[in-house]
C-alpha cells in the first residue's frame, strides 16, 4: 500500500483524463469527444489489470471507467484506487451502459463520484470532466497549503523549542550559604519573554531580579536574555549594581521600545546586604514580590511603571529588614494569571498569594507549579490524570531565596 500524500504539480494544473474501458473503439471515440471541446491530456487503458499502475503513473484528475470488464470489475477496481493514497481522492465517473438503479446506488456507495451511461454527448461529457477535475485540483491546492502550514508550523515550533533551551542554559544554577536560592521555569508553549538570575555583587551583595518581556516568541526572549546581560555582563559597574534606582534607569535608557520593535518589559530588581540584612529594591510595573516571615505574607510593590515606554523614568528604591529565616519569592504574571473553569475568570494575584502564604515552608516551588497546573487542567476541562501535561498560557517563572 502506498502512503504517498498527492501534491499540486505542473502536471496537475490541466485536466488529465484516465480512461479504463476494455473497448478500444470506446476509447478512440471518448478521445475525440474530449479533443472537439478544448485542450486536455488523455490516456486509454484497456486492460483493467494496469489501470492502478497507469494511474500512478499518468496522475489523473479524473479517471472515467467502465463496469463490466474482464479480469476485474470496475465496482471492484474502486476499492483497489483506495488503496494509494495518491488515487483515493481522485474523482471517478463510472462511464457504463448501465442504466439500473441499484447498479447507480453501488458505484456511489463504493466511492464513485458520478455516473454516465454511454456514451453521452461530448458537452455534457467534458462539462462533468472539468467540473471533477477543477474541484480535485483545488483539493491538491488545499492540501499542500496545510502541509505548507503544517511544515511552517513545526519549524516554528522547534526554533521556539531550540530558544527556550537557550533561555534555561542562562538561568543561573541554585545557590547556596548565606542565602540560598532556587528556581522552577517552565515557558510556555510560544515562548514568553520571562529571565531572571541572581549573582553577588561583592561578597556582601546579592542581586537578584525578574525580567518580563512583552509579547511571546524568539523577539521577546532574545530582548529578556540582552536585558538580563546587561545586569550580570559587567556593563554597570559595582556602583550601579547596588543602586536598584540606577539599574532601572540604565535598562530604561537601553531598551526604549521605539527602538526595539515596540517591546517593553516590567523588571523587578533587589540588592541583598548580608552585612546590614537590608533588602533594596525597585520595580518597573512587575507584579510585587512577596516577602513571608514566620507564616505572615508582605508585598514588595514595584515602585514606578514598565520599562521602555519613556525617556523620563524615574524608579525609587524601597528597603525591608530581613530576618533570619525570611524566605522572598520572585515570580512572573504567568504565575497567577491563569484562566478557571467557564464563568470564574482569572485565578489572580490574590489567590496565588493565599496560596503561598498557606505552604509550608518546604517544598514551596514544586507545590506552586502543582496546583497552578491543576488550576490550569480544570480550566480547559482536562481530567486530573492528565493535568500534569497542562502548560500555562505564559511563561512560569518562580525563584525563592532563603536567608540564613
Request: charge should be negative; proline fraction near 5%.
Amino acid at each position: 500500500m502506498s502512503n504517498a500524500t498527492p501534491q499540486p504539480t505542473e502536471a496537475a494544473t490541466t485536466d488529465r483524463v484516465l480512461l479504463v474501458d476494455d473497448q478500444a473503439i470506446v476509447g478512440e471515440a471518448v478521445r475525440r469527444m474530449i479533443a472537439a471541446q478544448g485542450a486536455c491530456e488523455y490516456r486509454s487503458v484497456q486492460d483493467p489489470q494496469q489501470a492502478v499502475a497507469a494511474a500512478l503513473e499518468f496522475r489523473p484528475t479524473v479517471i472515467l471507467q467502465d463496469i463490466e470488464m474482464p479480469a476485474i470489475n470496475g465496482l471492484d477496481l474502486l476499492a483497489r484506487y483506495q488503496e494509494h493514497a495518491g488515487l483515493r481522492d481522485v474523482p471517478v465517473v463510472m462511464l457504463t451502459g448501465k442504466e439500473d438503479p441499484a447498479v447507480k446506488a453501488d458505484a456511489f456507495a463504493r466511492g464513485a463520484s458520478d455516473y454516465l451511461v454511454k456514451l453521452p454527448h461530448p458537452v455534457e461529457l467534458v462539462a462533468r470532466i472539468r467540473h471533477h477535475s477543477r474541484g480535485y485540483r483545488m483539493e491538491l491546492e488545499r492540501n499542500a497549503a496545510y502541509e505548507a502550514l503544517r511544515a511552517s508550523e513545526a519549524h516554528m515550533k522547534a526554533e521556539i523549542q531550540r530558544a527556550a533551551s537557550y533561555v534555561r542554559s542562562l538561568l543561573d544554577e541554585p545557590i547556596d550559604g548565606a542565602v540560598r536560592a532556587d528556581w522552577r521555569f517552565v515557558p510556555c508553549e510560544s515562548l514568553g519573554g520571562d529571565v531572571f538570575g541572581y549573582h553577588w555583587i561583592d561578597d556582601d551583595h546579592l542581586a537578584a531580579y525578574v525580567i518580563d518581556v512583552s509579547g511571546h516568541g524568539v523577539g521577546p526572549a532574545l530582548m529578556g536574555v540582552s536585558a538580563m546581560n546587561l545586569i550580570r555582563s559587567g556593563s554597570l559597574e559595582r556602583p550601579q549594581l547596588l543602586d536598584p534606582t540606577r539599574v532601572l534607569a540604565a535598562l530604561n535608557a537601553a531598551f526604549q521600545m521605539s527602538r526595539h520593535d515596540g517591546m517593553y518589559f516590567t523588571v523587578w530588581y533587589g540588592v541583598y546586604s548580608r552585612v546590614t540584612r537590608e533588602l533594596a529594591w525597585s520595580g518597573g510595573g512587575h507584579p510585587p514580590s512577596f516577602l513571608v516571615r514566620n507564616g505572615v505574607l508582605r508585598q514588595l510593590e514595584s515602585t514606578t511603571y514598565m520599562v521602555g515606554v519613556s525617556d523620563d523614568y524615574d524608579a525609587p528604591t524601597e528597603r525591608v529588614t530581613i530576618e533570619p529565616g525570611d524566605r522572598l519569592y520572585l515570580f512572573s504574571d504567568g504565575a497567577f494569571e491563569i484562566q478557571q473553569s467557564e464563568g470564574r475568570g482569572i485565578w489572580g494575584l490574590d489567590a496565588f498569594r493565599t496560596l503561598v502564604e498557606g505552604l509550608p515552608a518546604e517544598g514551596v516551588l514544586d507545590a506552586v507549579v502543582v496546583e497552578t497546573r491543576r488550576i490550569m487542567a480544570e480550566g480547559r476541562g482536562i481530567a486530573p490524570s492528565e493535568a500534569a501535561s497542562a502548560t500555562w498560557d505564559d511563561d512560569f517563572s518562580l525563584i525563592e531565596f532563603r536567608f540564613n
